[in-house]
């Protein structure tokens, strides 16, 4: 009974304080909802930061795995307006050599993700280092041939965007480079390799991409065809990412947004009733438990598309409304996220211990597009 009293006064207090009357009589609310948020994503973010700190890289500093995460810190740290986080994203990046992947797979999309960090810390800076290494690898990327086969095979994907996650990592870094220096050309090879990929990948049937081309005649254990979670999550969010960085006169940029409401539509339709997609999208029941890497990317990316007048809001706020709270319930106390999918090319199972920089990633970006949707 007397906790349940600390409750009543406590909720009381808080309507109180979430309302005020301003000189003129006229009332006001204070977003406390926001604060919340706020602590939510600073307990991830410093669970994570610590757990670098503490136990190191599996992998090299500038991978894809935690450039993902470097974004998702940046922007919260834009967000909190908490400079120690945009210094944290400068240590890592320094920490990089503003290096852009490594030599022997120089165009490698998931290799220059972390180029985007680097453009953005440019445009904070303007130190020219910071942005050297990443334009002159754009630069060999158009003097080269753009015509091989997007087929799975032959370590293709070190030349080519012929995976489906190839579209969060590069096209957005691309085009946010082209912003930061003036130059088009960079947008005019994303735009070509874009629409070279989503040729190849795109089932237009399903509003769907394909992982690669090893999946486009398998079939889930229910006879539907094979569609990753995370992967289809990946374009998605990369969608939004590219329609922020595109000038809203570029030629083909209609096309992007005709893609992204047609994604988003599928997309939505396939979320459980837990507020998660699974790894697997048409074979939910397959792959049972939840996933918190897929659900971040789709939750971020339609709150974008909300918050920009892409996506009808009395439609889609229900889902990422629902998506949001099953996120929220993923992340320990002490501030790790769980159900993260591992490192992969397909569905798997999770559990509440699988976590990655790069799930955090998505999770903080999802949740600084949350704080923005009213």
């Known amino acids: 009974m007397i906790k349940v009293l600390k409750h009543s006064l406590l909720y009381v207090f808080l309507f109180f304080i979430s309302s005020c009357v301003n000189a003129a009589g006229k009332q006001t609310t204070v977003p406390a909802v926001n604060d919340s948020l706020k602590q939510l994503l600073r307990k991830v973010a410093d669970w994570q930061i610590n757990s670098l700190d503490r136990n190191g890289y599996k992998w090299a500093v500038n991978e894809w795995v935690y450039s993902t995460y470097y974004l998702g810190l940046f922007e919260t ?12 994203t400068r240590y890592y990046a320094e920490k990089s050599s503003w290096k852009v992947g490594k030599e022997n797979r120089r165009f490698f999309a998931d290799d220059y993700l972390i180029g985007d960090l680097y453009s953005k810390l440019y445009n904070k800076y303007h130190d020219p280092t910071m942005i050297a290494d990443f334009q002159q690898m754009a630069d060999e990327l158009i003097a080269r041939k753009t015509d091989e086969s997007l087929e799975f095979k ?81 374009v998605l969010s990369g969608l939004a990412r590219v329609l922020e960085a595109m000038p809203v006169n570029f030629p083909s940029r209609k096309k992007y947004e005709v893609l992204f409401k047609d994604m988003a539509a599928r997309i939505a339709g396939l979320q459980q009733t837990d507020g998660m997609w699974r790894a697997s999208l048409l074979s939910p029941e397959t792959y049972p438990s939840r996933e918190t890497s897929g659900t971040g ?37 002490d501030g790790k996220l769980g159900f993260v999918q591992k490192i992969g090319d397909q569905a798997e199972i999770t559990t509440d211990q699988d976590t990655d920089a790069f799930g955090v990633g998505a999770f903080l970006l999802a949740g600084t597009e949350i704080a923005n949707l009213k």
């Open 297 to 333: 990317l789709y939750c971020y990316a339609l709150t974008w598309g909300i918050n920009h007048g892409f996506l009808n809001k009395a439609k889609y706020k229900p889902v990422v409304s629902k998506a949001w709270r099953a996120l929220r319930s993923c992340v320990q106390p």
């Open 154 to 234: 032959n370590m293709n994907v070190f030349r080519v965007w012929a995976w489906c996650d190839a579209m969060f990592m590069g096209p957005p870094s691309l085009l946010t480079l082209a912003n930061v220096t003036g130059q088009n050309k960079y947008r005019l090879l994303m735009d070509s390799l874009w629409w070279k990929s989503y040729d190849y990948l795109y089932d237009k049937k399903e509003h769907l991409y394909y992982r690669d081309s090893r999946f486009f005649e398998k079939r889930e254990k229910n006879g539907e065809k094979v569609f990753w979670g995370r992967g289809n999550g990946w």
């Open 77 to 88: 740290g834009e967000f909190l307006k908490e400079p120690d986080y945009i210094s944290k």
